[in-house]
T-cell receptor, first 116, second 117 residues
Framework: AQTVTQSQPEMSVQEAETVTLSCTYD???????LFWYKQPPSRQMILVIR??????QNATENRFSVNFQKAAKSFSLKISDSQLGDAAMYFC?????????????FGQGTRLTINP | EADIYQTPRYLVIGTGKKITLECSQT?????MYWYQQDPGMELHLIHY???????EKGDLSSESTVSRIRTEHFPLTLESARPSHTSQYLC????????????????FGEGSWLTVV
């Protein structure tokens, strides 16, 4: 079974600075997807960024980028120019590449605080 | 962001009551899911569906039940609520291959906060 581990329960960063959230995973599959989701307090879980395992190029979405190390099974999220609105729980998640069984496996989450 | 709706958003009910949490999506997604999440904790899959008339138990055992009579609708029911059912319930959906497919991405509703007293 696949597992996802986020070893940082809490992180904080000064506004406008850069922060990196860590995530490792374990799988025997070769085709899969990795995600970072953001969950603000009492608000909707939204997708931040997605990475296909077969792509070597790291995904980027504006101020958000990932460092995907497939051999090391590592998938970290870098947030540049942190903004107050970035404060949230961040969840790393894994999904199989097979169409028949799409079941996200989540990490424990990292609570990110932005200091003004 | 995805069009997936949950009602009610917040519900406080007494022990022993029957409740149904509604979930609807307007994207034509075949797959739908229910996750349970305690505050500040990770999400656990409790039910999922591959399509109409398909329902499966998730990784976390739950006393709730689900049905999938229409593609867009995936309600969750608790026949007799208990305080241990107090949690947030998140509905989600994803597409098969096709015009709306986006790499096995799962989209979430806003969640239903259930408190059983």
């Amino acid at each position: 079974a696949q597992t996802v581990t986020q070893s940082q329960p809490e992180m904080s960063v000064q506004e406008a600075e850069t922060v990196t959230l860590s995530c490792t995973y374990d799988t025997s599959e070769s085709d899969y997807y990795l995600f970072w989701y953001k969950q603000p307090p009492s608000r909707q879980m939204i997708l931040v960024i997605r990475q296909e395992a077969y792509k070597q190029q790291n995904a980027t979405e504006n101020r958000f980028s990932v460092n995907f190390q497939k051999a090391a099974k590592s998938f970290s999220l870098k947030i540049s120019d942190s903004q107050l609105g970035d404060a949230a729980m961040y969840f790393c998640a894994y999904n199989t590449g097979f169409q028949g069984a799409q079941k996200l496996v989540f990490g424990q989450g990292t609570r990110l605080t932005i200091n003004p | 962001e995805a069009d997936i709706y949950q009602t009610p958003r917040y519900l406080v009910i007494g022990t022993g009551k029957k409740i149904t949490l509604e979930c609807s999506q307007t994207m034509g997604h075949d797959k739908m899911y229910w996750y349970q999440q305690d505050p500040g904790m990770e999400l656990h899959l409790i039910h999922y569906s591959y399509g109409v008339n398909s329902t499966e138990k998730g990784d976390l055992s739950s006393e709730s039940t689900v049905s999938r009579i229409r593609t867009e609708h995936f309600p969750l029911t608790l026949e007799s609520a208990r305080p241990s059912h107090t949690s947030q319930y998140l509905c989600a959906s994803s597409a098969n291959r096709g015009p709306t497919f986006s790499g096995n991405t799962i989209y979430f509703g806003e969640g239903s906060w259930l408190t059983v007293v």
